[in-house]
T-cell receptor, first 111, second 111 residues
Framework: QKEVEQDPGPLSVPEGAIVSLNCTYSNSAFQYFMWYRQYSRKGPELLMYTYSSGNKEDGRFTAQVDKASKYISLFIRDSQPSDSATYLCAMTLNRDDKIIFGKGTRLHILP | NAGVTQTPKFQVLKTGQSMTLQCAQDMNHNSMYWYRQDPGMGLRLIYYSASEGTTDKGEVPNGYNVSRLNKREFSLRLESAAPSQTSVYFC??????????FGDGTRLSIL
């Protein structure tokens, strides 16, 4: 079983829709969860950083962690063409441990 | 504030040639990392340096060497390049208890 699984997509949705991106993981010891956004030919850019279970909201973005189900989600409200990118989930046991990345989901927002 | 700067942005090598990829950060971060990103494989850790003067192997260290030149700079060397090392290489840095910040990558092709 892979440590982190993420559907590669591509996922195409119309502008203005709510987008849901997800990852599952196998190691129940993970405590810190991240979402990175990566535009074409650019490096990953940190979008959301959460600890343990629960929700965190930042503007149009909401990160959700369900540790009991070993499942994390990123929701994007009122999606824009500028949200078109690859989204990488990532997680770690503690703040200074090595990060385990998902392989990324390619998202296309259609104008 | 430049963040994490990688040079060069693009490079083409012949099999057997050597090459050093440079990374510098201006955020006074303690830890620095080298990853490679390949289609379908996600981000894989090559080497990391938890602090100035220390380096450790990551998931895929074979064929690479690193040098933590000072707190700002962390270089990755390919002594004898192989076609399997064709990839996009990312450098990242972080401060204690904070997430990683990435550069924009070096695209390396080995013929």
């Amino acid at each position: 079983q892979k440590e982190v699984e993420q559907d590669p997509g591509p996922l195409s949705v119309p502008e203005g829709a709510i987008v849901s991106l997800n990852c599952t993981y196998s190691n129940s010891a993970f405590q810190y969860f991240m979402w990175y956004r990566q535009y074409s030919r650019k490096g990953p850019e940190l979008l959301m950083y959460t600890y343990s279970s629960g929700n965190k909201e930042d503007g149009r973005f909401t990160a959700q962690v369900d540790k009991a189900s070993k499942y994390i989600s990123l929701f994007i409200r009122d999606s824009q063409p500028s949200d078109s990118a690859t989204y990488l989930c990532a997680m770690t046991l503690n703040r200074d441990d090595k990060i385990i990345f998902g392989k990324g989901t390619r998202l296309h927002i259609l104008p | 504030n430049a963040g994490v700067t990688q040079t060069p942005k693009f490079q083409v090598l012949k099999t057997g040639q050597s090459m050093t990829l440079q990374c510098a950060q201006d955020m006074n971060h303690n830890s620095m990392y080298w990853y490679r990103q390949d289609p379908g494989m996600g981000l894989r850790l090559i080497y990391y340096s938890a602090s100035e003067g220390t380096t450790d192997k990551g998931e895929v260290p074979n064929g690479y060497n690193v040098s933590r030149l000072n707190k700002r700079e962390f270089s990755l060397r390919l002594e004898s390049a192989a076609p399997s090392q064709t990839s996009v290489y990312f450098c990242a840095s972080k401060q204690i208890n904070q997430p990683q910040h990435f550069g924009d990558g070096t695209r390396l092709s080995i013929l």
